[in-house]
C-alpha cells in the first residue's frame, strides 16, 4: 500500500527539521500575543505564501487540504460571533447575539486557528519523518531508541491500514451481526481492536528483535543523513522576520477593521 | 568450533516441559547447517539461541553449560515485513552501517557492494521498500545482514510467505555467498536446500536431536521418521497417500460467472468474461502475487464492488449478505474470522437451528472436542484453520472459497487439511483455492486457473494424480 505523496522538493523542503520543529513552536507562540485583528489578518498571508507556492505540492492536493481549514476557520469564528459577550448590539435573535466586539474577537480566532492550521500544514507537507528523527538526534541530541523507534513505528501505518480493511471483509463475510447503542461500541472495540492490537504487538515485537539482530545499539553511531543548519534556514528566518515587520506595519497603518484590540476594553 | 552449545536447557513461560533437555549442539567454520523438524519442535528458539538473540533481545529462561556464540552475527527473519525500521532501500542498507559506526563517506559505496552481491540492482537505491516484491524485500534483508560481515549468517525459514519464483531468487542469491561462509538453516522447502548443505539435523516434535548426519544419510535412513513427525522431504508428494475419493464430475453447474469485473475505487483489479463451475470441481486458482488472484475470489464473494453476474444454483448474488448463504469463504488470516471467545461459540455462531448437535458432531469429526473451551487465538496454526473453515461452512453451502489455506504449514498439518477439503469435496462440494504450491495442482485439483495481470490467462482440466497412473497402465 502506497501512502506517500509526489512531490517537488522546495526549499522549505532544505530545511533543517529540528530547526523547523522549535522555531514553529516559537511561531506558534507568539501568534498567541497579537491581539490586532488588523494586524492578524494581514499576518495570515504569510504562511499562506508558503503554502500556495512553496511546498512543492500539487494545487489540487492542496486546494483539498484547505477545505477543511475553511470549515475550521467558519466554525471557531462563528461560535465566538454568534455567542459571544458585548455591547455594541447589532443583532439578536433568540441565543444568538452578535455584537461589534463579539464579531471582531470571532474573526481574530478564526484567523488565529487558521495560522496555526497553515503553520501545521507548511510543517507536514515539507519535512520528511525520517529526516526529523535523523535531525532530533543530531541537533536536539535525542536518544537513537527513540527516534529510530519512531521511524519504525511510522512503517507499520500502512501494514494496519492495509489489515484494518482485510479485518473489515472478514467481517463482513462472518455476517457479524451488530449490537444496537452503547453495546455496538464495546462490540467493535473488541472486533477490531484486539486483532488489530495482537498483530501489530507481535510484528512490532519481531521488527524490535530484528533491529537489535542488526546490531542496533544507544550508542555512538554514525548518520546517513548528516542534518546542518543551512542558509535554507536563515531564509526562512529572514522570511518571517521581513514578513512580519511589513504585516505589523501594514496593520497599523493601514487597518481594515475598526477594533484595534480584541481584548476587553475595561 | 564457530558456534554451539552444550547440555541447553529451555523453558517458555507456562510450559509445562522444557522445550530442550540438555541439547548438544556444534557447528564448525564454514559448515551449512540445515535444522529440520515439525512445526512447534523448537528449531526456530534454537537459531535464537544459538544466534545470541535469546536471552539478549528475546527474554527466554535458559541454563546452558557452555556456549560458543560468535561475536558477529547475521539474522534473517521469515516475515518480509517485519525487519526493515527504515522506508527506502538504502536507508535500511544504512541503518546496519550506522549501527557499525562505519564513516558516512563510504556508505553509498557499500550500499552498492552489498546489494550487488544479492542481485539487486538500482541505478538509485532511493527506492521505497514497500514497492518491492516479497522476494525482493528479503533478498534485501540478506543484503544488510551480510553487510553486518557476519561470521555465522542464522535463516529462519526464509521462504516461507514467498511464491515459487521469490523462493528461487532466494535460494539462488543465498547459494552465491561466499564458500566459507558458515550458516544455519531453518527451511520447510527442503528441494532447495538439500544440495547446497553439509550437514542436517534432524529433530523430533519434542525437541530432541534424532539424526545428525549429512543429507544423503538422513535422506536414505531416516525417511520414515521424517514422514512420521510430517517433515517435508524431497519426493514426499510422491508417497503421500492422498486418499483421493471417487471424482463426482457429473456436469451439474453449481455456480455460472458473466462479465465479472472487481474494483478498488474506480480501478479494475480482475475481471472474468465467464465460467461455469460445476459440482465437486476443485479449482485451484495461481499466479503470481499481486496477480489478481484474491481479489477475483473476493468479487465472486461480492466484497468488492463488482460489475457482471454472478449466480449460484440459478440465483443471482448482488450482496455479501446474499452469497454468504451460498459460498464459504476462508480467509487468508484466519484469526481476522474469529468474533467470540471460544471455538464452541464460533461454530455456533451463524447457526440458528439444531446448533449443538450440529456443533459437537463437526468438532468430533474434526478432532477438536477437547478444545472447545479454548479460545480460537490459543489454537495451532493448522486448527485455527480448521476452525475457520468448519465457521464458514455454517449454512451447508456446496461452495468453498480458501485463500491459500495451506501456506507456511508443515507436511502434517497440509496434508491432514488437504485430505479435509477432499473429504468436503467427495460430499459434494466444490472448492476454489488459491494456491502457490504446483504440488497441490498436480495431486488435488480438477482444474487450474492461472491469473496473470488481473485476467484468467488459462483454464485446463487437471488429470488428477490417480487418472494419471491408470492412464499409465493403460498405455
Given at each position: 500500500m502506497q501512502l506517500t505523496l509526489d512531490y517537488n522538493e522546495t526549499w522549505l523542503h532544505r530545511m533543517n527539521p529540528a530547526f523547523k520543529l522549535v522555531f514553529f513552536l516559537f511561531l506558534f507562540l507568539g501568534l498567541l500575543?497579537?491581539?490586532?485583528p488588523n494586524i492578524i489578518t494581514y499576518v495570515t498571508l504569510l504562511p499562506l505564501i508558503l503554502v500556495a507556492?512553496?511546498?512543492?505540492?500539487?494545487r489540487k492536493l492542496l486546494l483539498i487540504l484547505m477545505i477543511p481549514f475553511l470549515l475550521l476557520f467558519v466554525s471557531s469564528s462563528s461560535s465566538m460571533i454568534f455567542f459571544g459577550q458585548g455591547t455594541t448590539t447589532w443583532w439578536k435573535w433568540g441565543l444568538i447575539h452578535i455584537t461589534e466586539e463579539s464579531f471582531y474577537r470571532g474573526l481574530h480566532i478564526g484567523f488565529r486557528a487558521l495560522n496555526f492550521a497553515l503553520l501545521g500544514l507548511i510543517f507536514a507537507l515539507t519535512t520528511r519523518p525520517v529526516l526529523l528523527f535523523y535531525s532530533l538526534t543530531q541537533q536536539?541530541?535525542?536518544?537513537p531508541r527513540f527516534a529510530y523507534s519512531f521511524m519504525a513505528a511510522v512503517r507499520i501505518l500502512p501494514m494496519m491500514v492495509e489489515e484494518f480493511q482485510q479485518l473489515k471483509n472478514a467481517l463482513l463475510v462472518r455476517g457479524v451481526k451488530k449490537e444496537k447503542g452503547w453495546k455496538r461500541i464495546t462490540q467493535s472495540i473488541t472486533l477490531y481492536a484486539v486483532p488489530l492490537l495482537s498483530q501489530s504487538i507481535r510484528r512490532a515485537h519481531r521488527i524490535a528483535v530484528a533491529m537489535e539482530s542488526k546490531?542496533?545499539?544507544?550508542?555512538k553511531r554514525t548518520y546517513y543523513y548528516e542534518t546542518r543548519l543551512s542558509k535554507f534556514d536563515g531564509l526562512f528566518v529572514l522570511y518571517i522576520v521581513l514578513g512580519v515587520v511589513t504585516m505589523v506595519w501594514l496593520g497599523l497603518e493601514v487597518p481594515t477593521y475598526e477594533i484595534t484590540d480584541v481584548r476587553n476594553s475595561d | 568450533m564457530r558456534v554451539g552449545v552444550t547440555n541447553l536447557r529451555v523453558k517458555y513461560a507456562g510450559?509445562?516441559?522444557?522445550?530442550?533437555?540438555d541439547l548438544t549442539l556444534h557447528i564448525e567454520k564454514g559448515e551449512k547447517v540445515l535444522l529440520l523438524g515439525?512445526?512447534?519442535?523448537g528449531k526456530s528458539t534454537l537459531l535464537q539461541v544459538l544466534s545470541g538473540l535469546?536471552?539478549?533481545?528475546v527474554p527466554v529462561p535458559m541454563k546452558v553449560e557452555e556456549k560458543m556464540i560468535p561475536e558477529s552475527t547475521g539474522y534473517v527473519f521469515q516475515d518480509p515485513d517485519a525487519q526493515?525500521?527504515?522506508?527506502?532501500v538504502d536507508e535500511e542498507m544504512a541503518f546496519v552501517l550506522e549501527n557499525r559506526a562505519i564513516p558516512r563517506s563510504e556508505m553509498k559505496g557499500l550500499i552498492n557492494t552489498y546489494l550487488d552481491k544479492v542481485g539487486l540492482h538500482f541505478d538509485?537505491?532511493?527506492?521505497?521498500?514497500?514497492?518491492?516484491s516479497q522476494g525482493m524485500k528479503q533478498r534485501l534483508a540478506i543484503a544488510s545482514v551480510l553487510s553486518l560481515e557476519p561470521d555465522v549468517l542464522y535463516l529462519d525459514?526464509?521462504?516461507?510467505?514467498?511464491d515459487p519464483e521469490g523462493t528461487k531468487d532466494v535460494w539462488e542469491t543465498i547459494k552465491k555467498i561466499d564458500d566459507d561462509q558458515t550458516m544455519v538453516i531453518v527451511e520447510h522447502k527442503v528441494d532447495h536446500v538439500i544440495d547446497f548443505v553439509d550437514r542436517v539435523v534432524l529433530f523430533d516434535d519434542s525437541g530432541t536431536i534424532l539424526a545428525d548426519s549429512d543429507p544423503e544419510t538422513i535422506l536414505s535412513f531416516y525417511k520414515h521418521k521424517m514422514k512420521e513427525f510430517g517433515i517435508w522431504y524431497p519426493g514426499i508428494w510422491k508417497e503421500h497417500e492422498h486418499g483421493l475419493k471417487r471424482?463426482?464430475?457429473?456436469?451439474?453447474?453449481v455456480m455460472t460467472i458473466e462479465d465479472l469485473k472487481g474494483f478498488k475505487g474506480k480501478k479494475c483489479l480482475v475481471e472474468l468474461p465467464e465460467a461455469v463451475i460445476h459440482e465437486g470441481e476443485w479449482i485451484v486458482i495461481t499466479g503470481e502475487?499481486?496477480?489478481?488472484k484474491s481479489s477475483l475470489l473476493l468479487s465472486i464473494m461480492q466484497v468488492l464492488k463488482t460489475t457482471g453476474d454472478v449466480h449460484v444454483d440459478g440465483k443471482a448474488l448482488h450482496s455479501i449478505k446474499e452469497a454468504r448463504e451460498k459460498l464459504a469463504f476462508v480467509f487468508?488470516?484466519?484469526?481476522?474470522?474469529f468474533v467470540t471467545n471460544s471455538v464452541y461459540d464460533e461454530l455456533a455462531y451463524?447457526?440458528?437451528?439444531?446448533v449443538q448437535n450440529r456443533v459437537t458432531t463437526w468438532l468430533q469429526n474434526y478432532e477438536l472436542l477437547n478444545h472447545q473451551?479454548?479460545?480460537?487465538?490459543?489454537?495451532s496454526t493448522g486448527q485455527k484453520r480448521k476452525l475457520s473453515v468448519g465457521t464458514a461452512l455454517f449454512g451447508n453451502q456446496r461452495i468453498l472459497l480458501l485463500d491459500?489455506?495451506?501456506?507456511?504449514?508443515d507436511a502434517k498439518n497440509t496434508f491432514k487439511l488437504l485430505e479435509y477439503f477432499e473429504d468436503l469435496r467427495s460430499k459434494g462440494i466444490t472448492i476454489m483455492m488459491v494456491t502457490h504450491d504446483p504440488n497441490i495442482v498436480e495431486t488435488y485439483a480438477t482444474r487450474e486457473w492461472i491469473i496473470s495481470k488481473g485476467r484468467r490467462v488459462s483454464d485446463r482440466n487437471v488429470n488428477r494424480g490417480e487418472e494419471a497412473v491408470v492412464h499409465a497402465v493403460d498405455s
Amino acid at each position: 500500500m502506497q501512502l506517500t505523496l509526489d512531490y517537488n522538493e522546495t526549499w522549505l523542503h532544505r530545511m533543517n527539521p529540528a530547526f523547523k520543529l522549535v522555531f514553529f513552536l516559537f511561531l506558534f507562540l507568539g501568534l498567541l500575543f497579537i491581539h490586532n485583528p488588523n494586524i492578524i489578518t494581514y499576518v495570515t498571508l504569510l504562511p499562506l505564501i508558503l503554502v500556495a507556492f512553496f511546498t512543492g505540492h500539487k494545487r489540487k492536493l492542496l486546494l483539498i487540504l484547505m477545505i477543511p481549514f475553511l470549515l475550521l476557520f467558519v466554525s471557531s469564528s462563528s461560535s465566538m460571533i454568534f455567542f459571544g459577550q458585548g455591547t455594541t448590539t447589532w443583532w439578536k435573535w433568540g441565543l444568538i447575539h452578535i455584537t461589534e466586539e463579539s464579531f471582531y474577537r470571532g474573526l481574530h480566532i478564526g484567523f488565529r486557528a487558521l495560522n496555526f492550521a497553515l503553520l501545521g500544514l507548511i510543517f507536514a507537507l515539507t519535512t520528511r519523518p525520517v529526516l526529523l528523527f535523523y535531525s532530533l538526534t543530531q541537533q536536539l541530541k535525542v536518544p537513537p531508541r527513540f527516534a529510530y523507534s519512531f521511524m519504525a513505528a511510522v512503517r507499520i501505518l500502512p501494514m494496519m491500514v492495509e489489515e484494518f480493511q482485510q479485518l473489515k471483509n472478514a467481517l463482513l463475510v462472518r455476517g457479524v451481526k451488530k449490537e444496537k447503542g452503547w453495546k455496538r461500541i464495546t462490540q467493535s472495540i473488541t472486533l477490531y481492536a484486539v486483532p488489530l492490537l495482537s498483530q501489530s504487538i507481535r510484528r512490532a515485537h519481531r521488527i524490535a528483535v530484528a533491529m537489535e539482530s542488526k546490531q542496533f545499539h544507544n550508542g555512538k553511531r554514525t548518520y546517513y543523513y548528516e542534518t546542518r543548519l543551512s542558509k535554507f534556514d536563515g531564509l526562512f528566518v529572514l522570511y518571517i522576520v521581513l514578513g512580519v515587520v511589513t504585516m505589523v506595519w501594514l496593520g497599523l497603518e493601514v487597518p481594515t477593521y475598526e477594533i484595534t484590540d480584541v481584548r476587553n476594553s475595561d | 568450533m564457530r558456534v554451539g552449545v552444550t547440555n541447553l536447557r529451555v523453558k517458555y513461560a507456562g510450559a509445562s516441559e522444557l522445550l530442550f533437555n540438555d541439547l548438544t549442539l556444534h557447528i564448525e567454520k564454514g559448515e551449512k547447517v540445515l535444522l529440520l523438524g515439525p512445526s512447534g519442535c523448537g528449531k526456530s528458539t534454537l537459531l535464537q539461541v544459538l544466534s545470541g538473540l535469546i536471552p539478549a533481545a528475546v527474554p527466554v529462561p535458559m541454563k546452558v553449560e557452555e556456549k560458543m556464540i560468535p561475536e558477529s552475527t547475521g539474522y534473517v527473519f521469515q516475515d518480509p515485513d517485519a525487519q526493515f525500521c527504515m522506508p527506502y532501500v538504502d536507508e535500511e542498507m544504512a541503518f546496519v552501517l550506522e549501527n557499525r559506526a562505519i564513516p558516512r563517506s563510504e556508505m553509498k559505496g557499500l550500499i552498492n557492494t552489498y546489494l550487488d552481491k544479492v542481485g539487486l540492482h538500482f541505478d538509485d537505491p532511493h527506492v521505497e521498500i514497500a514497492t518491492l516484491s516479497q522476494g525482493m524485500k528479503q533478498r534485501l534483508a540478506i543484503a544488510s545482514v551480510l553487510s553486518l560481515e557476519p561470521d555465522v549468517l542464522y535463516l529462519d525459514e526464509p521462504t516461507a510467505l514467498l511464491d515459487p519464483e521469490g523462493t528461487k531468487d532466494v535460494w539462488e542469491t543465498i547459494k552465491k555467498i561466499d564458500d566459507d561462509q558458515t550458516m544455519v538453516i531453518v527451511e520447510h522447502k527442503v528441494d532447495h536446500v538439500i544440495d547446497f548443505v553439509d550437514r542436517v539435523v534432524l529433530f523430533d516434535d519434542s525437541g530432541t536431536i534424532l539424526a545428525d548426519s549429512d543429507p544423503e544419510t538422513i535422506l536414505s535412513f531416516y525417511k520414515h521418521k521424517m514422514k512420521e513427525f510430517g517433515i517435508w522431504y524431497p519426493g514426499i508428494w510422491k508417497e503421500h497417500e492422498h486418499g483421493l475419493k471417487r471424482e463426482t464430475k457429473n456436469a451439474l453447474s453449481v455456480m455460472t460467472i458473466e462479465d465479472l469485473k472487481g474494483f478498488k475505487g474506480k480501478k479494475c483489479l480482475v475481471e472474468l468474461p465467464e465460467a461455469v463451475i460445476h459440482e465437486g470441481e476443485w479449482i485451484v486458482i495461481t499466479g503470481e502475487n499481486g496477480a489478481g488472484k484474491s481479489s477475483l475470489l473476493l468479487s465472486i464473494m461480492q466484497v468488492l464492488k463488482t460489475t457482471g453476474d454472478v449466480h449460484v444454483d440459478g440465483k443471482a448474488l448482488h450482496s455479501i449478505k446474499e452469497a454468504r448463504e451460498k459460498l464459504a469463504f476462508v480467509f487468508q488470516n484466519p484469526e481476522f474470522q474469529f468474533v467470540t471467545n471460544s471455538v464452541y461459540d464460533e461454530l455456533a455462531y451463524s447457526m440458528s437451528e439444531d446448533v449443538q448437535n450440529r456443533v459437537t458432531t463437526w468438532l468430533q469429526n474434526y478432532e477438536l472436542l477437547n478444545h472447545q473451551h479454548q479460545h480460537p487465538y490459543q489454537l495451532s496454526t493448522g486448527q485455527k484453520r480448521k476452525l475457520s473453515v468448519g465457521t464458514a461452512l455454517f449454512g451447508n453451502q456446496r461452495i468453498l472459497l480458501l485463500d491459500e489455506p495451506t501456506f507456511g504449514q508443515d507436511a502434517k498439518n497440509t496434508f491432514k487439511l488437504l485430505e479435509y477439503f477432499e473429504d468436503l469435496r467427495s460430499k459434494g462440494i466444490t472448492i476454489m483455492m488459491v494456491t502457490h504450491d504446483p504440488n497441490i495442482v498436480e495431486t488435488y485439483a480438477t482444474r487450474e486457473w492461472i491469473i496473470s495481470k488481473g485476467r484468467r490467462v488459462s483454464d485446463r482440466n487437471v488429470n488428477r494424480g490417480e487418472e494419471a497412473v491408470v492412464h499409465a497402465v493403460d498405455s
